[in-house]
């Protein structure tokens, strides 16, 4: 099966920028998605494909791909932002099976 | 918008079964494609398998082929998913989530409170 790599973890500057990454060979074939998990909570959606953001989810958080790396950036991190990050694309090697990235956390100084 | 809930928390001994419900709503279920993702304590989160209802097709990721088993209900519109021959190593939170699919796009957009499932002796 396909695997998704992430770092561990990241920290960002209240009100700064912050970009986190995603890399796997599956996304040379599809979009990942992202979700945001905070501590005893579902996960939850916050960016998907090419340029798709759920309703509700502030327009800081923006994502892109180049090759096989997506990312996720947060431009103007909040307190709330502070999270775990997971990015999910679906299994190239298998039909309609999905890969979690390990996640990163993130950390609003 | 569709909303998913699940069923309480489990205690369970190694060896034994568990199978944990999520029950939709706001969406005609026929028209929902179901994922199951598992996260122990201090983990990330691992998709274990899906179903769609409709066709009654599943998927399951292959570390769990042979121990899980995810089936729906129309009429309670409820997916389920079983696990079987647990172990210590399957304490966890197990979630539902709604699959959306569109080209080469796939997201969960909808998620299950979460249901900790605890093996223990």
């Known amino acids: 099966s396909s695997e998704l790599t992430q770092d561990t973890a990241v920290s960002v500057a209240l009100g700064q920028t912050v970009r986190i990454t995603c890399q796997g060979d599956s996304l040379r074939s599809y979009y990942a998605s992202w979700y945001q998990q905070k501590p005893g909570q579902a996960p939850v959606l916050v960016f998907y494909?090419?340029?798709n953001r759920p309703s509700g989810i502030p327009d800081r958080f923006s994502g892109s791909t180049s090759g096989d790396t997506a990312s996720l950036t947060i431009t103007g991190a909040q307190a709330e932002d502070e999270a775990d990050y997971y990015c999910n694309s679906r299994d190239n090697s298998e039909s309609h099976h999905y890969v979690f990235g390990p996640g990163t956390q993130v950390t609003v100084l | 918008q569709v909303q998913l809930v699940q069923s309480g928390t489990e205690v369970k001994k190694p060896g034994s079964s568990v199978k944990v419900s999520c029950k939709a709503s706001?969406?005609?279920?026929?028209?929902?494609?179901f994922a199951w993702v598992r996260q122990a304590p201090g983990q990330g989160l691992e998709w274990m398998g899906g179903?769609?209802?409709?066709?009654?097709?599943?998927k399951y990721a292959q570390q769990f082929k042979g121990r899980v088993t995810i089936t729906a209900d129309k009429s309670t519109s409820s997916a389920f998913m079983e696990l079987s021959r647990l172990r210590s190593e399957d304490t966890a939170v197990y979630f539902c989530?709604?699959?959306?699919?569109?080209?080469?796009?796939?997201?969960?957009?909808?998620w299950g409170q979460g249901t900790l499932v605890t093996v223990s002796s």
């Open positions: 494909g090419k340029n």
């Open positions: 179903i769609t209802p409709i066709f009654g097709a599943t």
């Open positions: 989530a709604r699959v959306m699919l569109q080209g080469d796009t796939d997201w969960f957009d909808a």
């Open positions: 706001g969406d005609t279920f026929n028209n929902l494609i």
